[in-house]
């Protein structure tokens, strides 16, 4: 009887450190698990962010307007553009953007990088973030769907430099 007790207590003993491993177990457990939820909520933060930041992009880039030679023609019309000058400007425009107001050129052997319809370029006749260079003009307003700007500019680059200021100007004449 004696015996059968102690072994009773040793059992007892037993139970109770088991079920203080357990309880251990489960705070390491409970513990990893609000790590994970941590985790989980930063990763979802993340995503939301990256989300925000790629819609304002698409938004950026929705801005942008695709021409086509009747349309542009048009435009040219509108804004003043002398007759004789309006084909040319059109095939200039259809070689150097193919007509897409969006586009930013890949960089030139100078580093320098030419923007929008009329691909004009950041070293002389815009600045990047800010209005500046040759026709005052921020380089990101030449990649809108306002080309009012652009043409404005492409008509002073004809008037300093002539329509050889573009190479693809050889396409067009
Ligand atoms: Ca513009």
Redesign the pocket.
């Known amino acids: 009887m004696a015996i059968d007790q102690k072994e009773e207590n040793r059992e007892t003993k037993d139970n109770t450190e088991g079920k203080h491993e357990h309880s251990n177990a489960s705070k390491r457990l409970s513990i990893e698990d609000a790590q994970d939820r941590r985790l989980w909520r930063l990763f979802t933060k993340m995503k939301s962010i990256f989300c925000i930041i790629a819609g304002l992009a698409a938004i950026s880039y929705t801005n942008a307007r695709i021409y086509d030679a009747e349309s542009l023609t048009s435009d040219l019309r509108n804004f003043g553009v002398p007759e004789d000058q309006i084909p040319t400007f059109v095939c200039i425009a259809q070689h150097e953007s193919s007509f897409n ?1 969006g586009i930013v050129g890949n960089p030139n052997s100078d580093n320098s990088q030419d923007y ?1 319809l009329f691909q004009i370029n950041n070293h002389f006749w815009c600045q990047n973030g800010s209005p500046g260079n040759g026709c005052n003009i921020s380089c990101e ?10 043409v404005a500019c492409a008509r002073q680059i004809l008037q300093q430099q002539g329509f050889g200021a573009w190479t693809t100007y050889q396409y067009c004449h």
């Open positions: 107001t929008g307003d030449l990649l809108n769907d306002d080309i009012s700007d652009d």
